[in-house]
């Protein structure tokens, strides 16, 4: 079965009616059209990705209770985790709003740091304060979370950006 045509001469036709499969119609399909143009419509498996760390974080709780891992590292550990991606949202926010690249620079690079040394503190702290197995529970789980935190959001991030313009 021959797939090619015989190209007419010059200006008998358009070249792009004579490529291989193609038909006349919409460019796109049904299902490319009712595509969400909004990233963060993108879908149950983004949504997922985007909260996996707040998953593990309630996951890791019957663990901490079942296994007999000390309560006051997954408290500390779960409470700094908390605040700092509350932090790291209304950052994000304020920092969408604005215009100024300095100011957006600022509160992203702020926020990053401040949050580092919240959950570092919130370790610091917790070991201090309990014991020594409180403060290594709160650091396993703090670096746990932050793992899946930082890999999710490198596959996430790029649906996140607006689509360039053709």
């Known amino acids: 079965m021959d797939l090619t045509r015989q190209l007419p001469r010059r200006g008998k036709a358009r070249l792009s009616s004579y490529r291989v499969g193609y038909r006349p119609g919409p460019p796109l399909t049904t299902h490319a059209l009712e595509t969400p143009k909004n990233a963060a419509e993108a879908g149950t498996g983004l ?3 985007r909260y996996l ?6 996951l890791a709780l019957p663990l901490f209770v079942l296994t007999g891992l000390p309560l006051l590292g997954y408290a500390a550990a779960a409470a700094a985790w908390l605040v700092q991606r509350v932090v790291n949202a209304l950052a994000t926010r304020r920092a969408q709003a604005s215009e100024d690249p300095r100011t957006v620079v ?4 702020g926020s990053m740091i401040g949050r580092g ?3 570092a503190g919130s370790i ?9 197995e409180d403060g290594l529970a709160a650091a ?3 670096i746990t979370l932050f793992t ?3 890999s999710t959001q490198m596959v996430v991030r790029p649906f996140d950006q607006p689509s360039p313009r053709r």
């Open 124 to 132: 610091f702290a917790v070991g201090l304060a309990g014991a020594r």
């Open 117 to 119: 040394y919240l959950v």
């Open 148 to 150: 899946i935190y930082f």
């Open 53 to 58: 760390d707040l998953l593990v974080l309630a």
């Open 47 to 49: 949504t997922i990705l």
């Open 140 to 142: 396993i789980l703090s």
């Open 106 to 109: 600022g509160l992203l690079a």
